[in-house]
């Protein structure tokens, strides 16, 4: 049996399963990445749900684990040396879950660094860029008189699905011919905006061909549909 005990989250959300990965998570576009792997790779792990609006990230506990304050975090009670490891920032967290299983991520070096560049890609520009066009079209931002933070992130969300749609030109993936990590930490972020941040319109999505293709591809997925709903309401 692991012992968690030297993780204070573990205090206030207790592993029933402390042999299994903990997932401390909410279903965001940041958050269901980590899902989505993990039921990709069928690895037992417990979910704890962390309610952003109630703000639980900033409890000591969560800051224990994640000292930045933000969802995903995991603990895997079997890590590199067979101890247990606590990790944040979900890119990391899909890489390290990838080499630990050999999954997901190509196995020859050039298709490895293919795939990397394209979940930095979304870390730096997609998250980013398209979380802004949520704040200022659907919450607190919409209010603002003056519309030209809007339209700067509107007009460089546009330009990244242009980027995604020349990419898909040809392979069915972002990586290449196999679905991955860079296909599973993107995909969140391009739903919400169309469906969430109400912004599908504002981007002309309608009028992509590659990425609507893509987005189906993985929204096909059985696991990544189980993905986009956990950790589950209590």
Request: glycine share 10%.
């Amino acid at each position: 049996m692991a012992d968690l005990s030297a993780f204070p989250i573990t205090a206030r959300w207790p592993a029933r399963h402390p042999d299994r990965i903990q997932l401390y998570s909410l279903p965001t576009p940041n958050g269901v990445k980590i899902s989505i792997l993990l039921e990709e790779l069928g690895l037992p792990y417990e979910p704890h749900r962390i309610d952003i609006m109630k703000n639980e990230t900033w409890t000591p506990e969560f800051l224990s684990l994640n000292p930045n304050g933000k969802i995903p975090a995991i603990i895997d009670p079997d890590g590199p040396g067979g101890q247990p490891i606590g990790l944040f920032e979900s890119g990391a967290i899909l890489l390290y879950l990838a080499d630990k299983t050999g999954r997901f991520v190509p196995a020859d070096p050039a298709g490895r660094w293919e795939a990397i560049q394209w979940v930095f890609f979304q870390m730096a520009a997609i998250g980013p860029m398209f979380g802004q066009v949520g704040f200022f079209n659907k919450f607190a931002g919409k209010d603002y008189p003056d519309k030209r933070p809007l339209e700067r992130y509107v007009g460089e969300s546009r330009r990244l699905l242009g980027v995604l749609e020349a990419r898909l030109e040809g392979p069915d993936w972002l990586a290449g011919k196999d679905y991955g990590i860079a296909d599973i930490a993107t995909l969140g972020w391009v739903r919400n905006l169309i469906t969430f941040y109400d912004a599908r319109d504002l981007v002309a999505y309608d009028t992509l061909k590659n990425v609507p293709t893509w987005l189906d591809r993985c929204l096909a997925r059985p696991a990544v549909q189980r993905g986009l709903t956990l950790p589950a309401a209590g």
